[in-house]
């Protein structure tokens, strides 16, 4: 998709049992749950905004965004705060697991229908040796 040999990072995180991975370079911060403030008349996935070190950032349940169903708060549950051009909001996860590098090369464009996520959310499908990560585009999730 980028070229040859070009390593790119990705955040690793987990909705049910599925992997998925968002460019680094789109994340600010991973944070633990915390108490959010619902918003009235917003989308059944948008759950309210928190309140992260003075700046008040929208959060999305992306389970449900995704016809997933809702998350099932845990200790192990993750707010992803991501970026893209000025918008920044928090994605609810199931857990963040890790930093992973992906070689270009192993990035294959997405089919055009992922099970209940619309393939235009998917910015393509790493393949790793024992693991398929789906690799999101952060800015067709915000729809900017």
Same mark, same amino acid.
Do not use: C, H, W
């Given at each position: 998709?980028?070229?040859k040999g070009?390593?790119?990072?990705?955040? =690793?995180?987990? +909705?049910?049992? *599925?992997?998925?991975? #968002?460019?680094i @370079?789109?994340? $600010?911060?991973?944070e633990?749950?915390?108490?959010?403030?619902?918003?009235?008349?917003?989308?059944?996935?948008?759950?309210? =905004?928190?309140? +992260?070190?003075? *700046?008040?950032v929208? #959060?999305?349940? @992306?389970?449900? $965004?995704?016809?997933?169903?809702?998350s099932?708060?845990?200790?192990?549950?993750?707010?992803?705060?991501?970026?893209?051009?000025?918008?920044?909001v928090?994605?609810?996860?199931?857990?963040?697991?890790?930093?992973i590098?992906?070689d270009?090369?192993?990035?294959?464009?997405?089919?055009?229908?992922i099970?209940?996520?619309?393939?235009g959310?998917?910015?393509?499908?790493?393949?790793?040796?024992?693991?398929?990560v789906?690799l999101?585009?952060v800015?067709?999730?915000?729809?900017?």
């Amino acid at each position: 998709m980028d070229g040859k040999g070009i390593m790119k990072q990705f955040v =690793v995180f987990k +909705l049910d049992d *599925e992997e998925y991975g #968002i460019d680094i @370079l789109q994340v $600010k911060t991973i944070e633990k749950m915390s108490e959010i403030t619902r918003v009235p008349k917003t989308s059944s996935y948008v759950k309210g =905004v928190i309140n +992260l070190r003075g *700046e008040i950032v929208p #959060i999305i349940d @992306l389970k449900e $965004k995704f016809n997933l169903g809702e998350s099932a708060l845990t200790e192990n549950t993750r707010i992803i705060i991501v970026y893209a051009d000025e918008t920044i909001v928090g994605l609810i996860v199931d857990s963040a697991t890790e930093v992973i590098d992906i070689d270009s090369e192993l990035i294959e464009e997405p089919p055009e229908s992922i099970g209940n996520i619309e393939s235009g959310n998917v910015y393509g499908i790493g393949k790793l040796e024992e693991r398929i990560v789906i690799l999101l585009d952060v800015q067709k999730i915000l729809n900017i």
